[in-house]
């Protein structure tokens, strides 16, 4: 099992990844499951290998699969889902056992990147934040995407284009 798969596993991360399920079954717009976790994670290691940003594969994998975490709390009582987010992912990050579990700097790393991965905030300090915020917003086929009409996103923002 690699640090990832501990992450997965987690019955936090997968308790919060089912109540996002759940959740958005009916919504029409952009949604926050486990595709577009992975979506997030294989874009921004694609964009690392061809920068050639010095960042551990492991590392960028989790921050892309609990970036979204706190989208279930912000649905259940409007938590901004970055906030959220940044604390459920302290406690996964911080009860993964013994070898499993991330160094200190890595986690907070991760942690940083899951407060900071909104469009619009301030990006804090880090190549690992700008580079999850990029892959979240790269890795939306918004050209394929039925509510793209109503969608909030603008034109501008809109990956109206395969990326290529
Ligand atoms: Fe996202």
Redesign the pocket.
């Known amino acids: 099992m690699s640090r990832v798969d501990a992450v997965l596993a987690h019955p936090r991360f997968m308790r919060e990844l089912n109540r996002v399920r759940e959740l958005e079954r009916d919504r029409r717009f ?1 949604r ?1 499951g486990l595709s ?2 992975l979506d ?1 994670a294989r874009v921004a290691w694609i964009r690392r290998l061809e920068d050639g940003l010095g960042l551990d594969r492991e590392v960028v994998y989790a921050a892309a699969l609990l ?2 975490i706190g ?1 279930a709390e912000q649905y259940d009582v409007g938590t901004p889902h970055d906030v959220a987010g940044e604390r459920i992912a302290a406690e996964i990050l911080g009860t993964v056992e013994g070898e499993m579990r991330f160094s200190p700097s890595e986690q907070a790393e991760i942690l940083t990147a899951v407060r900071g ?1 909104r469009r619009g905030t301030p990006q804090p300090e880090g190549e690992l934040a700008g580079l ?1 915020a990029w892959a ?1 917003h790269a ?1 939306r086929p918004c050209f394929a995407c039925a509510a793209r009409a109503t969608c909030k996103w603008t034109d501008e923002e809109k990956n109206l284009q395969l990326r290529v």
Do not use: K, N, P
Request: charged share 25%; hydrophobic share 25%; glycine share 0%.
């Open positions: 952009c926050h577009h976790l997030v970036h979204d989208r991965h999850i979240d890795s």
